[in-house]
């Protein structure tokens, strides 16, 4: 446990030697601010240049797609082409200006990439049921289908690279693509690709040694998992294996997304770890550990620490506080909640088309008196 590191110090990716002013991290937050051709937007930049400005030591980026048609949402900026590059630059110098980290988080919606907005039939591990798609399910990916997003990923690490991202977060978590595989009651195959959860694993698995193979030594590669979705077969068990298996090929990184923090494990209950000591009180030699869900104040970071996480991924919090990071030194800093009025936001760097997606968020919003 980090019973002698507090949420302030400065931390060092032990492979890279890269080393952060603290051990903050900006989560990767949905913020619908980008173009539809798929372009970064000056409004998306200046929300995460706002937040490095103001301390946090790493600045991941929203869920980019690798594939055109791995599209989640509309004003998701892409990753898919060449001709994103020069814009991501953009942003890259902007936060490295502010000394801060920044990360790319990669992904591909699957069976949550909307036809009506890929003009696809979206694709999964299996053929399952998707409200996203016209015919009511998704399309089982072939061998060719798994090839090509994989070198899909791998292809859009090496552009994270040329515009000089810092490392890439794989997407994991959150039930799509790489959590579909993972899932035993998304993933129904029979060949190399299905079964335990070390067949299940292959396909991020062999994402991430493309990747490593592909992009500098210095360049940092992660995973975002949801140690829990029942309703996926994404169990507690499984993903303590997995957390095994991608310490053995050298990640860099796993970011546990508990959603709460503070929350016992729904499989082990009785039991009384959270989900962060699972994995930090019964794994060896685990890679950093970043853990998010529920943070909201400095003790609530310690705490997190103490549960044995190296960096702290906050998302909601640092909507309207980008400031947050700085006042971790304060063990008592306890920031008023939510509802924030639009004004407030604004002040906080979000742009109208940000606040707007912030209203389908109960109560985060509310109007001005």
Not at 196 to 207: P, Q, Y
């Amino acid at each position: 446990m980090n019973i002698k590191s507090k949420p302030s110090d400065s931390y060092v990716f032990p492979r890279t030697k890269k080393k952060i002013r603290n051990r903050s991290v900006l989560a990767a937050m949905t913020n619908k601010q980008s173009h539809r051709d798929g372009t970064l937007s000056d409004e998306e930049i200046n929300w995460l240049t706002r937040r490095a400005k103001d301390g946090f030591g790493i600045i991941t980026t929203a869920a980019t797609h690798v594939s055109k048609n791995g599209q989640g949402w509309e004003g998701e900026f892409g990753v898919y082409e060449d001709s994103f590059i020069n814009r991501l630059k953009v942003l890259t110098d902007s936060i490295h200006e502010q000394d801060s980290l920044v990360f790319a988080q990669l992904f591909h919606g699957g069976m949550r990439a909307p036809e009506k907005l890929t003009g696809n039939i979206p694709i999964s591990a299996s053929k399952i049921p998707c409200k996203e798609s016209s015919t009511g399910s998704t399309k089982a990916a072939n061998q060719k289908d798994i090839e090509g997003i994989i070198f899909d990923f791998k292809s859009a690490a090496t552009r994270c690279v040329e515009a000089g991202f810092d490392g890439i977060e794989l997407h994991g978590a959150h039930g799509y693509l790489i959590s579909q595989f993972l899932g035993k009651k998304t993933n129904h195959r029979k060949d190399i690709w299905g079964g335990d959860i070390h067949n299940r694993s292959k396909f991020l698995i062999k994402i991430i040694n493309e990747i490593k193979k592909s992009v500098p030594e210095s360049f940092i590669v992660g995973v975002r998992i949801s140690p829990e979705i029942n309703d996926m077969g994404i169990f507690l068990d499984d993903s303590l294996e997995l957390a095994k298996i991608l310490t053995k090929i050298g990640i860099d990184f796993i970011h546990l997304s508990c959603w709460d923090c503070f929350k016992i494990s729904e499989e082990y209950s009785k039991d009384k770890k959270t989900i962060t000591e699972w994995f930090t009180h019964t794994i060896p030699n685990l890679p950093t550990i970043i853990s998010t869900g529920g943070i909201w104040s400095s003790k609530d970071a310690t705490d997190v620490m103490m549960q044995g996480a190296d960096l702290i991924g906050v998302g909601r919090v640092a909507i309207p506080y980008p400031d947050w990071s700085l006042n971790l030194k304060d063990d008592n800093y306890n920031p008023p909640r939510m509802p924030f009025t639009s004004t407030q936001l604004t002040k906080a760097g979000l742009s109208d088309v940000f606040i707007a997606y912030m209203r389908n968020w109960k109560g985060f919003v509310e109007d001005e008196k």
